[in-house]
């Protein structure tokens, strides 16, 4: 299989977005050679869905990095549950290899429709942030515990650190690709997740700048 897409999620009832999400991917053209690998507490019977139980319950971060294992692409695209893809969106990996081809991180993101790329700046560090990573899969080996996010977080502050570890450890800027673009497909109600979204954030931060210290020696 040459790329599969991974998308965690809560349940059915509350995230049936996916099902657009889903659609989005399938209605690529001219590339059959891919799967989309969901994680939640349903079964979903869709074309080209390998579905699995989230047993677990551990959150995103640790049904993401299970995903990453239980698939035998050689690349791999992160979405969500309201995160889908433009119908070109394989031609991240045609970036990858020609664009990045001599890059030691071969990491992008699909882009904002709009073409923002996300920047962020925590002190005197400035940085773009890989919200989907999209990637060759041997970039695991490249970081700190071979996960793409590294499993001490629980979601917020997860998509900072490969980037911030690009750039401190290899001078490398991750950036998004200019011609594969997210679609948003936003949740139609309110499910509750945003009432600790604060307190949420303030760990994760504190997470980042553990290990960014820990792998990298650098002060956030």
Known sequence: MKCSVLIPF???EKNPEIFQVIDSINSVENFDDYNILTMGSDLIDKPNVKSYIDRDKL??????????????????????????FEKNWPEFMTYLENDMRHKKFKICSPGNP????????????????????????????????????????YGPYADH??????????????????????????HAQNDGSGKNIEKRNEEGLEILK???????????
């Open 10 to 12: 809560r349940n059915l």
């Open 59 to 84: 959150g995103s971060v640790h049904a993401y990095n299970k995903l990453v294992k239980l698939s035998t692409s050689e690349y791999i695209l992160i979405g969500t549950d309201e995160i889908g």
């Open 114 to 153: 709009g073409g923002i790329s996300c920047m962020n700046r925590i002190g005197s560090l400035y940085y773009p942030i890989v919200r989907f990573p999209g990637f060759h899969k041997s970039v695991l080996d490249l970081i700190p515990g071979n996960n793409i996010y590294p499993s001490e977080f």
């Open 161 to 186: 650190f490969v980037s911030i570890y690009a750039l401190l450890t290899a001078g490398q800027m991750l950036f998004d690709c200019p011609n594969v673009h997210f679609l948003n497909f936003p």
């Open 210 to 220: 553990r290990l960014v210290k820990k792998e990298c020696n650098y002060e956030l």
